[in-house]
């Protein structure tokens, strides 16, 4: 990994992790929310979306001494190859869960939302093999990809929240602490677990050009996913009664179904499925890529690609486990508390760890 030739900058980078973060909006985060907090579920976007960039914030200054290094390279100066290949099994696991349940996920909904009834065991192959081919292709295709299309879905997303203002109702907003102060308060702190794809900041570095460009693109994205998830919420609550708004499958879909251009046009949701897909596939991609190249600089493999096939049928197995979609979401919705520690607590304490040791070491 020390000898990579660097093969993008700031833009992918943003790109990438922009997107992480914002795709459980389009699975069902607004309707999460509403039913922890009615009304006020855009108040929980908006405390735990500051701190999570208070967060980013410290992880970037922690990040100073350790240009062009990933978390794995970290894990080896602070605790040899045996902490390098606990960090790294830690790492892998919420990859390849995540992207089982978003696999599954995306199968499911496909079939819901368009007009084309397959099999959703054929559309999950059909997405699989999609997404095998964009991994097999490199880290440097998929940043691209993510650099060609994020800003569409970016500009498809604030379409549909325009689009919406006539269906605003600022009614919506009242009561105006929803399910209480407590409430909203409390939720708010738990609701930092919906940002686990951090775990990308600790992946990106050794693929960015210098410390400056990283710092810049992580702070871009993670300020430009805050607002997208607060701007989506919020557009959501004003346009969903409660307590219909904590029910509803797939809200931004849902918006977009009710959005009508002219009094006598259809309703905007076909835009909604090419976003959709796009977005899926992209995070698919992402995410057994990610798998691969860990697992390659683990076994210190040439061949780190032979990896992407079994990747691809492990998150097979994981997605099509549970009996039903709604078991899916569940077990994932279970399980946010733990993948939290494992995808940013365990990984900031190595970084305070790994600084806390070298100047103990220096000091000696």
Same mark, same amino acid.
């Given at each position: ?13 943003? *790109? ?106 054929? @559309? ?49 907003? +009242? ?44 702070? @871009? ?7 997208? &998830? ?18 509803? +499958? ?14 006598? *046009? &259809?309703?905007?949701?076909?835009? +909604? ?6 977005? *899926? ?8 890529? +990610?798998?691969?190249?860990? *697992?390659?600089?683990?076994?210190? @493999? ?63």
């Amino acid at each position: 990994m020390e000898n990579r030739i660097i093969t993008f900058g700031r833009f992918e980078a943003a *790109s990438i992790f922009i997107h992480a973060l914002i795709v459980k909006v389009l699975l069902g985060l607004p309707q999460l929310l509403c039913a922890q907090a009615g009304s006020a579920a855009w108040m929980i976007a908006l405390i735990s979306g500051i701190v999570f960039l208070v967060l980013v914030w410290l992880i970037l200054a922690l990040y100073r001494r350790y240009e062009g290094k990933n978390l794995l390279q970290i894990a080896e100066e602070a605790g040899g190859k045996v902490l390098k290949w606990g960090i790294g099994l830690v790492l892998l696991l919420p990859l390849l869960f995540k992207g089982g349940i978003t696999l599954r996920l995306s199968a499911e909904t496909l079939n819901l939302i368009t007009p084309y009834r397959l099999p959703t065991v054929l @559309t999950a192959v059909l997405v699989g093999v999609a997404m095998v081919v964009a991994a097999y292709r490199g880290i440097e295709t998929v940043a691209r990809l993510h650099a060609l299309l994020v800003p569409v879905i970016l500009l498809a997303l604030l379409l549909v929240v325009f689009a919406s203002f006539g269906s605003i109702r600022f009614d919506n907003l +009242f009561p105006f602490w929803g399910l209480g102060k407590d409430k909203v308060f409390a939720e708010s702190f738990g609701a930092i677990s919906m940002y686990t794809d951090l775990l990308y900041l600790f992946l990106l570095y050794p693929y960015v050009k210098s410390r400056h460009t990283f710092s810049r693109a992580m702070k @871009t994205g993670a300020v430009v996913a805050v607002v997208v &998830q607060l701007v989506l919420v919020l557009c959501y609550v004003l346009t969903t009664q409660y307590p219909e708004s904590g029910e509803l +499958f797939m809200p931004i879909y849902q918006v977009s179904r009710i959005i009508r251009l002219g009094d006598n *046009s &259809q309703s905007i949701e076909a835009i +909604f499925y090419p976003i959709w897909i796009l977005s *899926s596939l992209l995070y698919l991609s992402l995410s057994l890529t +990610f798998a691969m190249e860990l *697992s390659g600089e683990l076994t210190h @493999t040439k061949y780190q690609k032979l990896f992407i096939l079994p990747y691809a049928g492990l998150m097979f197995l994981v997605g099509y486990l549970p009996e039903s979609v709604l078991s899916a979401m569940r077990l994932s919705s279970s399980l946010a508390p733990l993948l939290s520690v494992l995808t940013m607590l365990l990984p900031t304490l190595i970084l305070v760890f790994a600084r806390f040791g070298r100047r103990k070491t220096n000091e000696t």
